[in-house]
């Protein structure tokens, strides 16, 4: 069951959810619930707990093209509710 799964290893969890929002570099915080086969009341809960694990990192990726080394951060913006890659300086 898919639900086992996210619970036995959350950092794995996040990794495909942080692979998803990079994909789209703004993504609807519906489409991810869909996207992960979430339903509302459970997202509501896992919702908060990737908010709070992304608020903790700091990723390095590359940007496409142009092979530039970046660091960045996903980030759920409350107003808009979606979930964006942001590149720090």
């Given at each position: 069951?898919?639900?086992?799964?996210?619970?036995?290893?959350?950092?794995?969890?996040?990794?495909?959810?942080?692979?998803?929002?990079?994909?789209?570099?703004?993504?609807?915080?519906?489409?991810?619930?869909?996207?992960?086969?979430?339903?509302?009341p459970s997202w509501k809960i896992w919702k908060a707990k990737?908010?709070?694990?992304?608020?903790?990192?700091?990723?390095?990726?590359?940007?496409?093209?142009?092979?530039?080394?970046?660091?960045?951060?996903?980030?759920?913006?409350?107003?808009?509710?979606t979930w964006n890659v942001i590149i720090s300086d």
């Amino acid at each position: 069951e898919n639900k086992l799964k996210r619970t036995g290893n959350f950092e794995h969890f996040s990794n495909h959810a942080r692979r998803l929002i990079i994909d789209e570099g703004i993504m609807p915080d519906v489409t991810l619930m869909e996207k992960l086969n979430f339903t509302p009341p459970s997202w509501k809960i896992w919702k908060a707990k990737l908010i709070e694990w992304f608020s903790l990192k700091r990723y390095t990726g590359t940007i496409k093209g142009s092979g530039e080394k970046v660091q960045y951060k996903i980030v759920y913006i409350k107003t808009a509710k979606t979930w964006n890659v942001i590149i720090s300086d």
